[in-house]
């Protein structure tokens, strides 16, 4: 039996070496850390200890497989972060109900999958000049692009529909200038704070231009805010946010699965979520 097992897919198998420092944390605790693919059907997730959910960077491209594996894991072990934090964040509707309780968000138009939408019209009818659409269930700037009216936009969108759910939002300029801050809390503070780079493919953490930044006691108050209506305590948790005109700040994104936790990015970090993940593994639940 095995105290921890950190859990990647099958592009970064050995984990992103961001997570290794936490993993690392952990033995010099004097507790026994794995690794594993999440969908590696070799895997004993009842003798895995706690499962600890990282860098699962595939599972938008199978969301129902994914959660179906994550519900056979949590009912034989403890995962983190917990299954109904998993099941409420993998698919961006969660920022509706943000916006119903009044964190201030990015506007989303919602577009069912299968519908025909005339993007054209609905940027008119929304008074935005430039978009940016997406699929309702993403990552790593998957699907993610900048429209105007065009047939290109149009066909985009269209592709996107056949598929899945899809939104639509307005192009917020803060992600080129100020750039897209992103917020680390683990064990529910607080941690550091990243500035990402505009629609950042997938890398290990730190390699796609990310640099530290200050967060502002504002950034950190929308933050917590949207943390307060999440369905339970993240371990780790990771808010996206970007500016409006007048600088306020928005929430772009919230991360409870995989997100980059930039733990090499700020001394203290990796410890602090190897001390978490200890007390879990001490009491047995997070
Ligand atoms: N409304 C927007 N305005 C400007 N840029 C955006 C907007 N939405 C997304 N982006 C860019 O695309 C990237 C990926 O989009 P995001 O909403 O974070 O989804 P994900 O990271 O899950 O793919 C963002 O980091 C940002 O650079
Ligand atoms: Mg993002």
């Not at 796609?208 to 209506?229: F, K, S, Y």
């Not at 948790?237 to 919230?254: H, I, K, S």
Request: aromatic fraction near 8%; include cysteine; charge should be negative.
């Amino acid at each position: 039996m095995t105290d921890f097992t950190f859990i990647t897919y099958g592009g970064l198998p050995d984990l992103d070496p961001d997570d290794a420092l936490a993993a690392n944390e952990l033995r010099a605790r004097g507790f026994s850390v794995a690794v594993a693919v999440w969908n590696d059907t070799r895997v004993r997730w009842d003798t895995a200890g706690i499962c600890v959910l990282r860098s699962t960077w595939d599972y938008h491209l199978d969301v129902d497989v994914f959660l179906s594996w994550a519900e056979s894991v949590a009912a034989v072990t403890t995962l983190v972060n917990p299954l109904p934090l998993v099941r409420w964040n993998v698919r961006k509707t969660y920022l509706a109900e943000l916006e119903l309780h009044g964190v201030p968000t990015v506007p989303t138009r919602w577009l069912s999958q299968g519908t025909r939408v005339d993007l054209r019209r609905l940027l008119a009818e929304s008074g935005w000049s430039a978009a940016v659409v997406k699929p309702v269930v993403g990552l790593a700037t998957y699907g993610v692009e900048v429209v105007d009216g065009s047939e290109a936009g149009q066909a985009h969108l269209s592709q996107l529909l056949d598929r899945g759910d899809a939104m639509l939002q307005p192009y917020v300029d803060s992600v080129r200038d100020r750039g897209e801050r992103a917020l680390v809390f683990l064990d529910g503070h607080f941690s550091h704070a990243v500035r990402k780079a505009p629609f950042q493919v997938l890398a290990p953490a730190g390699l796609a231009g990310e640099t530290p930044c200050e967060a502002t006691p504002e950034e950190i108050d929308v933050a917590r805010r949207a943390l307060h209506l999440v369905p339970g305590s993240p371990l780790y948790a990771r808010v996206d946010l970007v500016a409006d005109d007048a600088g306020r700040p928005l929430v772009l994104e919230m991360e409870l699965v995989e997100p980059s936790l930039f733990l090499g990015m700020h001394a203290p970090a990796a410890g602090r979520f190897a001390q978490a993940l200890a007390r879990v593994g001490r009491k047995g639940c997070p």
